[in-house]
T-cell receptor, first 115, second 114 residues
């Protein structure tokens, strides 16, 4: 049973370009979460999605960032007009349902470098 | 978010037990105590969680104080593969949209010596 798959593993973008990060949750999981980890810091929550719905986007910057989890296909975190401060590791996690019996399963992240 | 306090770092020798402490004096009645760990260049990995009673699984044990203001993650025999950052997290299971919002903090960097 494959775990949470994120791609690409590494992504380099110039300032002003767009970055698209993909996350395929574990089979049977309908809840997806995105976290960001800046160098030498802990993970920070960004957004929580269920299929076709954004449940909580309180941790996501209001501008340039968007996320979706369509009925078919992976979840996408999109960053428009990237800046150097967006350089970080972005982790996706999934769970089959809400509640304490559903720990989050994390992927190995996409490391975004903005030059 | 309810906060936790952990030591920045701890060290252990291989095959010795490790006790990783966590203080959470402001814990509420609906908060579960979760532990995750993060190995270098990897995503966090779930370790264990509990509410009031001590818990055991194949990876570790979780000892929870009677007043729930602190807990201890116990690795019974540390291996080199256990070297990681360990995060103690309070998760409000009261429901609602905040379920996905785990507060990771800085965690404890565990070094295991051969």
């Amino acid at each position: 049973n494959a775990g949470v798959m994120q791609n690409p593993r590494h992504l380099v973008r110039r300032r002003g370009q767009e970055a698209r990060l993909r996350c395929s949750p574990m089979k049977g999981h309908s809840h997806v979460y995105w976290y960001r980890q800046l160098p030498e810091e802990g993970l920070k929550f960004m957004v929580y999605l269920q299929k076709e719905n954004i449940i909580d986007e309180s941790g996501m910057p209001k501008e340039r960032f968007s996320a979706e989890f369509p009925k078919e296909g992976p979840s996408i975190l999109r960053i428009q007009q990237v800046v150097r401060g967006d350089s970080a590791a972005y982790f996706c996690a999934s769970s089959p349902r809400e509640g304490q019996s559903s720990p989050l399963h994390f992927g190995n992240g996409t490391r975004l470098t903005v030059t | 978010d309810a906060k936790t306090t952990q030591p920045n770092s701890m060290e252990s020798n291989e095959e010795e037990p490790v006790h990783l402490p966590c203080n959470h004096s402001t814990i509420s009645g609906t908060d579960y105590i979760h532990w995750y760990r993060q190995l270098p260049s990897q995503g966090p990995e779930y370790v264990i969680h509990g509410l009031t009673s001590n818990v055991n699984n194949r990876m570790a044990s979780l000892a929870i104080a009677e007043d729930r203001k602190s807990s201890t993650l116990i690795l019974h025999r540390a291996t080199l593969r256990d070297a990681a950052v360990y995060y103690c997290i309070l998760r409000d299971e009261g429901g609602g949209s905040t379920l996905g919002r785990l507060y990771f903090g800085r965690g404890t960097q565990l070094t295991v010596w051969p």
